[in-house]
């Protein structure tokens, strides 16, 4: 008898209708394979929990754009040069978002690998530059270090992180709080809340400068004059 995911949609949303419990299948590598119900439910629980988990820290932030972040908008946009954002790990996977975002939309960012600035990138750094500094503990040894190198140089240094009594908070010039009460994940150990939080902020400081900078759709569009965005903002001429 084949499996219930191989039968035709149909007969299965049929089978589905007369017995719940016959949705609950997965495709698992090249063959279908019924999974437990139970471990079903708990997966449909964990995946709704993450997305709640996730929504709550979110949420969180916009209690925390107090005078600590008008102090890091007016430091970013009054910059003579780059906004220098690094991290390592899964924060820097986000902070390479987070200066992709701020290019553009008008404020001059670039990422530095925190390893690789270790290793002699910490160079391309000047002092007419800010550096934006991602690590959920604050206690990331690479950045740390990269900081405090910084702060040597007199460059001033911006900390996200969850942890406002962190090495990177107390080596920077300003802290923006990321904190997060628990990760979404069920061990509470995968970067997935803190991570969220830390895009999300920089979100919130990209979209506050938009705004700052009085940057326009025209101005976008100078940016990004490829692909179906920028042929919408070209009026198709891209």
Same mark, same amino acid.
């Given at each position: 008898?084949? +499996? ?20 609950? !299948? $997965? ?23 993450? @997305?709640?988990?996730? *929504? ?20 970013? %946009? ?7 954002? &690094? ?6 996977? !986000?902070?390479?978002? @987070?200066? %992709? ?12 690998? $925190? ?8 160079? %391309? ?16 040894? =690479?950045?740390?270090? /990269? *900081?405090?190198?910084?702060? =040597?140089?007199? @460059?001033?240094? @911006?900390?996200? &992180?969850? +942890?406002?009594?962190?090495?990177? %908070? ?17 061990? +509470? ?6 991570? &969220? *939080? ?9 979209? $506050?400068?938009? !705004? ?7 101005? /976008?569009?100078? /940016?990004?004059?490829?692909? *179906? ?7 198709? =001429?891209?």
């Amino acid at each position: 008898m084949p +499996n219930r995911a191989d039968r035709p949609t149909a007969e299965r949303q049929q089978l589905a209708d007369e017995d719940p419990g016959a949705a609950q !299948v $997965a495709t698992v590598g090249a063959e279908s394979t019924e999974l437990p119900r139970d471990l079903v439910t708990r997966g449909l629980a964990a995946a709704r929990s993450a @997305i709640e988990t996730e *929504a709550a820290a979110v949420s969180a932030l916009a209690d925390r754009l107090d005078g600590v972040f008008l102090d890091v908008l007016t430091a970013v %946009a009054g910059c003579e040069g780059h906004l220098v954002v &690094t991290g390592l790990g899964k924060s820097g996977l !986000v902070g390479r978002k @987070i200066a %992709a975002t701020l290019a553009s939309t008008g404020t001059p960012a670039t990422f530095i690998h $925190a390893g690789d600035a270790l290793h002699g990138d910490s160079g %391309a750094v000047t002092p007419r530059d800010l550096v934006l500094a991602l690590s959920a503990s604050g206690e990331t040894a =690479e950045v740390c270090a /990269f *900081a405090r190198m910084l702060s =040597e140089r007199q @460059i001033p240094v @911006i900390a996200m &992180t969850g +942890n406002e009594e962190s090495t990177l %908070a107390r080596l920077s010039t300003y802290t923006l709080d990321t904190m997060v009460l628990r990760e979404a994940d069920p061990l +509470n150990l995968a970067p997935t809340a803190s991570t &969220t *939080a830390a895009l999300v902020m920089g979100d919130a400081l990209a979209c $506050a400068l938009v !705004v700052l900078r009085e940057f326009t759709h025209h101005d /976008f569009a100078r /940016f990004h004059p490829s692909g *179906a965005l920028g042929r919408r903002l070209l009026g198709g =001429e891209a």
